[in-house]
């Protein structure tokens, strides 16, 4: 079982940035692919980015596409996701989570270890 802990969420304005962090202690961190995944109340989970567990490969949800960024540290066991140009509708809880590398990106079911989620609030 790998513990994930996401930090960072917060309430920001339309148009800013948040840096969420996700970190785990487990020592085999640069063996996982690590996805981001969001639940806006009242919808389903869906999937936000990926990245593969070299970093050499990212994966990115249309409606996030060239406004958010995933990069990884495998030296500190800690994955990022970089928002920027924030909109209301990017309101939700946000979660990290790992698989194997030959885990489908986008696939949740794909992914065996979940974090607590961290909110997200953007005001318009």
């Known amino acids: 079982q790998v513990q994930l802990v996401e930090s960072g969420g917060g309430l920001v304005q339309a148009g800013g940035s948040l840096r969420l962090s996700c970190a785990t202690s487990?020592?085999?961190?640069?063996?996982?692919?690590m996805g981001w995944f969001r639940q806006a109340p009242g919808k389903e989970r869906e999937f936000v980015g990926a990245?593969?567990?070299?970093?050499?490969?990212?994966e990115y949800a249309d409606s996030v596409k060239g406004r958010f960024t995933i990069s990884r540290v495998n030296a500190e066991n800690t994955v990022y996701l970089q928002m920027n140009g924030l909109k209301p509708e990017d309101t939700a809880v946000y979660y990290c989570?790992?698989?194997?590398?030959?885990?489908?990106?986008?696939?949740?079911?794909?992914?065996?270890?979940w974090g607590q989620g961290t909110q997200v609030t953007v005001s318009s």
């Open positions: 989570a790992a698989g194997s590398q030959y885990t489908d990106f986008e696939a949740d079911h794909g992914y065996d270890n």
């Open positions: 990245i593969s567990w070299s970093g050499f490969i990212t």
């Open positions: 487990v020592r085999t961190f640069s063996s996982y692919t």
